[in-house]
């Protein structure tokens, strides 16, 4: 595609149940970087993905955050037992390869609400 | 943790006057970069600065980096309403891992027609 496409674009759940937001980064690029926007704040990284390499979680807030990708495709992010903390804007970009001088192309993200 | 930090946090001007922001970090970088947010939109990457550069234009945007003193301003010229938006720095880290951008907390600005 042309750009980085996210989805859903907004999610309404109950606390506590399980949400999963999909990340469709442009094609050849091998990095991809989930963010965490709350409202009229910055950008809070989440984790980073490089082709086959490990993935750098050390921005998950806890262990009931995970994300996976397969290889430089599709990535997916879950976040399990919903709280009402965990709403915000979560944000994908990807960079045809990793490095600060690199931009970032970035999806419009999914609005997740937790009630 | 945030390095950057940009001031003012939010701005109001009027159409066709320039706009300055500002951002300042902590560690030495290899790399600046400036966004731009649109309200519920993504971030869309309008400059990159390398720490060996002093200067760079896009078209109205001017760029400075000033390493002594790390920061870097923004400059939107002739502003008009669709400048209206979030502006953000990032860095990377020079002495750290590099692959990932350390962002800012962004400058709201409003462009009045």
């Known amino acids: 595609g042309a750009g980085v496409s996210q989805s859903p674009s907004n999610k309404v759940t109950e606390k506590g149940k399980d949400v999963e937001l999909r990340c469709d980064p442009i094609?050849?690029?091998?990095?991809l970087y989930w963010y965490r926007q709350r409202l009229g704040q910055g950008l809070e990284f989440l984790i980073y993905?490089?082709?086959?390499?490990?993935?750098?979680k050390s921005g998950l807030p806890s262990d009931r955050f995970s994300a996976e990708r397969t290889g430089e495709s599709v990535s997916t992010l879950t976040i399990q037992r919903t709280q009402q903390e965990d709403s915000a804007v979560y944000l994908c970009?990807?960079?045809?390869?990793?490095?600060?001088?690199?931009?970032?192309?970035f999806g419009d993200g999914t609005r997740l609400s937790i009630l | 943790s945030q390095q950057g930090e940009e001031d003012p946090q939010a701005l109001s001007i009027q159409e066709g006057e320039n706009a300055t922001m500002n951002c300042s970090y902590k560690?030495?970088?290899?790399?600046l970069q400036w966004y731009r947010q649109n309200s519920g939109r993504g971030l869309v990457h309008l400059i990159l600065?390398?720490?060996n550069e002093r200067e760079k234009h896009s078209g109205r945007l001017r760029v400075t980096l000033d390493t002594s003193k790390k920061s870097s301003s923004l400059l939107i010229t002739a502003s008009r309403a669709a400048d209206t938006a979030s502006y953000f720095c990032?860095?990377?880290?020079?002495?750290?891992?590099?692959?990932?951008?350390?962002w800012g907390l962004g400058t709201s600005l409003a462009v009045n027609p």
């Open positions: 993905f490089q082709g086959n390499s490990a993935p750098d």
């Open positions: 990032a860095t990377d880290d020079w002495a750290g891992n590099n692959r990932k951008l350390i």
């Open positions: 560690t030495s970088i290899n790399n």
């Open positions: 970009a990807s960079s045809l390869v990793p490095g600060g001088n690199q931009p970032q192309h």
């Open positions: 600065i390398r720490s």
């Open positions: 094609s050849g690029h091998t990095a």
